[in-house]
């Protein structure tokens, strides 16, 4: 940027639905915080909470919480990070470490926690200032477009396999092709599980394999749950769809003590039978995101591997086009924001 501005810039929500560029004043971190030049963003699903206004927030608000850049002020009482490191921003806006969950090791769900692009600023913006205790450190080896949609669509997939009870060499069935979906089946089959993609349609099939799956399953085809069990029956079924009907059909398709974990937030009920989670002691969870911890492990596993994203870049100006674009479900498969001018 130029070191006559003074401002940034930023596209923030107004309204329910409409996204403006804007000029904003430069201010210095709090205590705890840093401020962040922000390289690149990622446009996630999720955003639409602020867009739409679907949870109370405050007008105007930037969305984006798929955020890489450089931190070039610290706040008062900040340690561990340094200006000029490089460092993403999540979802998680950063815990507090003092409440009982904090305290029991489970920073997800820290009581006091904020929502990047919901509570505060998000990414969508050239500056952002965030909270120390929610900072992930970028590997060298992965640019700041690559890594940004493995802040949120990387890390939660990652996370929800990682700390799940299957082991290599299961069969872990992946329900959808999508934005989480095609990260998750790399995080599969770099884990050393069996993969199954599940998703409608023949012609998602070939990518399904070039992504590493051993097999896919087009649910337009037949039983999701009789295909399953034709595999000898899922360990793990990974639904990153947000369809609460096409996570159902997958229950049946579990082996005994099979779990399935729901990524894709959805207002559509699951509706299953108890005696098919009864019989063979099969569950049925949720999983937000993941601790910062765990997003360098992410960040980390992806640059050794060579996962990424399937990506399309676009300038920040052009943040309301990309977002709709996301919405829509054209996008192929991720969209991330550029900062240059």
Same mark, same amino acid.
């Given at each position: 940027?130029?070191?006559?501005?003074?401002?940034?810039?930023?596209?923030?929500?107004?309204?329910?639905?409409?996204?403006?560029? &804007?000029?904003?004043?430069?201010?210095?971190?709090?205590?705890?915080?840093?401020?962040?030049?922000?390289?690149?963003?990622?446009?996630?699903?999720?955003?639409?909470?602020?867009?739409?206004?679907?949870?109370?927030?405050?007008?105007?608000?930037?969305?984006?919480?798929?955020?890489?850049?450089?931190?070039?002020?610290?706040?008062?009482?900040?340690?561990?990070?340094?200006?000029?490191?490089?460092?993403?921003?999540?979802?998680?806006?950063?815990?507090?470490?003092?409440?009982?969950?904090?305290?029991?090791?489970?920073?997800?769900?820290?009581?006091?926690?904020?929502?990047?692009?919901?509570?505060?600023?998000?990414?969508?913006?050239?500056?952002?200032?965030?909270?120390?205790?929610?900072?992930?450190?970028?590997?060298?080896?992965?640019?700041?477009?690559?890594?940004?949609?493995?802040?949120?669509?990387?890390?939660?997939?990652?996370?929800?396999?990682?700390?799940?009870?299957?082991?290599?060499?299961?069969?872990?069935?992946?329900?959808?092709?999508?934005?989480?979906?095609?990260?998750?089946?790399?995080?599969?089959?770099?884990?050393?599980?069996?993969?199954?993609?599940?998703?409608?349609?023949?012609?998602?099939?070939?990518?399904?394999?070039?992504?590493?799956?051993?097999?896919?399953?087009?649910?337009? &085809?037949?039983?999701?749950?009789?295909?399953?069990?034709?595999?000898?029956?899922?360990?793990?079924?990974?639904?990153?769809?947000?369809?609460?009907?096409?996570?159902?059909?997958?229950?049946?398709?579990?082996?005994?003590?099979?779990?399935?974990?729901?990524?894709?937030?959805?207002?559509?009920?699951?509706?299953?039978?108890?005696?098919?989670?009864?019989?063979?002691?099969?569950?049925?969870?949720?999983?937000?995101?993941?601790?910062?911890?765990?997003?360098?492990?992410?960040?980390?596993?992806?640059?050794?591997?060579?996962?990424?994203?399937?990506?399309?870049?676009?300038?920040?100006?052009?943040?309301?086009?990309?977002?709709?674009?996301?919405?829509?479900?054209?996008?192929?498969?991720?969209?991330?924001?550029?900062?240059?001018?």
């Amino acid at each position: 940027m130029s070191s006559a501005r003074v401002g940034y810039r930023a596209v923030h929500a107004v309204s329910p639905g409409r996204l403006e560029l &804007a000029e904003k004043p430069l201010v210095g971190p709090r205590p705890g915080h840093v401020r962040i030049r922000v390289e690149a963003c990622g446009v996630c699903h999720t955003d639409s909470v602020t867009v739409e206004g679907a949870l109370p927030i405050s007008w105007p608000r930037v969305p984006g919480h798929e955020a890489v850049g450089k931190i070039d002020m610290l706040g008062d009482g900040v340690e561990g990070w340094s200006v000029g490191q490089r460092v993403g921003v999540g979802f998680l806006g950063g815990s507090c470490g003092r409440c009982e969950l904090c305290r029991g090791g489970d920073l997800v769900n820290c009581r006091q926690q904020e929502f990047t692009g919901i509570q505060h600023d998000g990414g969508y913006a050239e500056v952002l200032i965030a909270k120390a205790s929610g900072l992930m450190s970028i590997p060298d080896d992965l640019s700041s477009v690559d890594a940004a949609p493995l802040l949120c669509a990387g890390l939660t997939t990652f996370s929800a396999l990682r700390n799940s009870s299957a082991k290599a060499g299961d069969l872990v069935a992946v329900l959808g092709v999508g934005g989480l979906g095609h990260l998750a089946i790399q995080y599969a089959r770099h884990m050393g599980f069996e993969v199954a993609a599940i998703a409608r349609g023949a012609d998602k099939a070939p990518l399904a394999r070039k992504l590493g799956a051993h097999h896919y399953i087009d649910s337009d &085809a037949g039983g999701i749950a009789e295909a399953l069990n034709t595999l000898g029956g899922a360990a793990l079924v990974l639904a990153t769809v947000s369809a609460g009907k096409s996570i159902a059909q997958t229950v049946k398709g579990l082996r005994p003590r099979g779990r399935i974990i729901a990524l894709g937030a959805t207002p559509e009920p699951i509706a299953m039978s108890t005696y098919d989670l009864l019989f063979g002691n099969r569950s049925l969870e949720g999983a937000l995101t993941g601790d910062p911890a765990t997003g360098d492990a992410t960040l980390k596993f992806s640059a050794l591997t060579g996962i990424a994203a399937m990506i399309e870049t676009v300038p920040l100006e052009r943040a309301a086009e990309a977002y709709a674009k996301m919405m829509s479900g054209k996008a192929r498969f991720r969209m991330v924001l550029t900062m240059d001018s």
